[in-house]
T-cell receptor, first 113, second 118 residues
Framework: LAKITQPISMDSYEGQEVNITCSHN???????ITWYQQFPSQGPRFIIQ???TKVTNEVASLFIPADRKSSTLSLPRVSLSDTAVYYC??????????????FGSGTRLQVQP | KAGVTQTPRYLIKTRGQQVTLSCSPI?????VSWYQQTPGQGLQFLFE???????NKGNFPGRFSGRQFSNSRSEMNVSTLELGDSALYLC?????????????????FGEGSRLTVL
């Protein structure tokens, strides 16, 4: 299983860009990197997924270097509602059943006004 | 489209008892996976079911078991409860992997069942 490391917490202010890095040194060839957001008393919610280089959607960007041993979730212009815990997930999500999925320990993002 | 539904949302048990949690996936999703979430250990994979078959299992003792029915609904059971089993149990469903229907890999989570063991 992949060993995943994330910062425990981060603080930011409204309107700033936030970058959360995830380290996954022993990522496997078939593994994808997925980020989830979780609010208290709710299940995690999908943010973005990528395999290599850069992926962008309407809420975030995901940067993955060539060696794929780390990834960075970028949240542009955060607001108070982005205060949540962010989880990095590494695993072969497209091949369900062959590997257990491994979540990082989560990064608690606090956005201040 | 209805989301993933987990029942019950909250429950309290005592040590030694057993508990059964239920999960109804999004219509059309055939893969259901279960996770335990605790402040100390974070999100940990329990097991995954696809078409009524357990496809993978995390590193949990045999007291944790599950099953999936023909309608894709799933249940997990924990027997001989211990204090350390107190946690939020999350269920997630996803679209099956198939050459005809590529899977984006997105997991759709329910809101969880919060179990307290006294």
């Amino acid at each position: 299983l992949a060993k995943i490391t994330q910062p425990i917490s981060m603080d930011s202010y409204e309107g700033q860009e936030v970058n959360i890095t995830c380290s996954h040194n022993n990522i496997a060839t078939n593994d994808y990197i997925t980020w989830y957001q979780q609010f208290p008393s709710q299940g995690p919610r999908f943010i973005i997924q990528g395999y290599k280089t850069k992926v962008t959607n309407e809420v975030a960007s995901l940067f993955i270097p060539a060696d794929r041993k780390s990834s960075t979730l970028s949240l542009p212009r955060v607001s108070l509602s982005d205060t949540a815990v962010y989880y990095c997930l590494v695993g072969d999500v497209r091949d369900t059943g062959r590997r257990a999925l491994t979540f990082g320990s989560g990064t608690r993002l606090q956005v201040q006004p | 489209k209805a989301g993933v539904t987990q029942t019950p949302r909250y429950l309290i048990k005592t040590r030694g008892q057993q508990v059964t949690l239920s999960c109804s996936p999004i219509s059309g999703h055939r893969s259901v996976s279960w996770y335990q979430q605790t402040p100390g250990q974070g999100l940990q994979f329990l097991f995954e079911y696809f078409s009524e078959t357990q496809r993978n299992k995390g590193n949990f003792p045999g007291r944790f078991s599950g099953r999936q029915f023909s309608n894709s609904r799933s249940e997990m059971n924990v027997s001989t409860l211990e204090l350390g089993d107190s946690a939020l149990y999350l269920c997630a469903s996803s679209f099956p992997t198939s050459p005809l229907y590529p899977n984006t890999g997105e997991l759709f989570f329910g809101e969880g069942s919060r179990l307290t063991v006294l």
